[in-house]
């Protein structure tokens, strides 16, 4: 199995498991505040927003694309500092959920890792 077959079967566990989040609404960020109750649908739009944009994100990384490839990483930096300081509500996921969205965050570094490393980081320089 080549280095290049594996990091899409990443990216496809990754989009996976980001459907079966916003399918099963397992998003640890899902609570009512105020805002959520005077505008339900601006929060909705936003998800579909943050979903879709990360979906792009994810293929562009299929197709080696470099601006892609940076924006994840960057991407993934903010959202685990994001998570350090975020107050968890009393309304978390199942504890499965909870710990196989820290495994994402596992995978998250994977790809990143191997988008950054030869022989993958080959990849990205001939698609410039």
Request: hydrophobic share 60%; proline share 5%; with cysteine.
């Amino acid at each position: 199995m080549s280095a290049v077959s594996i990091y899409r079967a990443l990216l496809l566990v990754r989009v996976g498991w980001l459907l079966m989040e916003w399918f099963f609404g397992w998003d640890a960020r899902r609570h009512v505040n105020s805002f959520t109750l005077l505008h339900p649908y601006a929060t909705y739009f936003a998800h579909v927003v943050a979903e879709f944009t990360l979906f792009v994100i994810l293929a562009g990384l299929w197709f080696f694309r470099r601006p892609a490839r940076l924006i994840f990483a960057l991407a993934l930096v903010l959202s685990v500092v994001d998570a350090v300081f975020w107050p968890y509500r009393l309304s978390l996921p199942p504890s499965l959920v909870l710990a196989i969205g820290w495994c994402v965050v596992i995978l998250n570094g994977a790809i990143v890792a191997m988008s950054f490393l030869p022989p993958v980081k080959g990849l990205f320089e001939t698609q410039a």
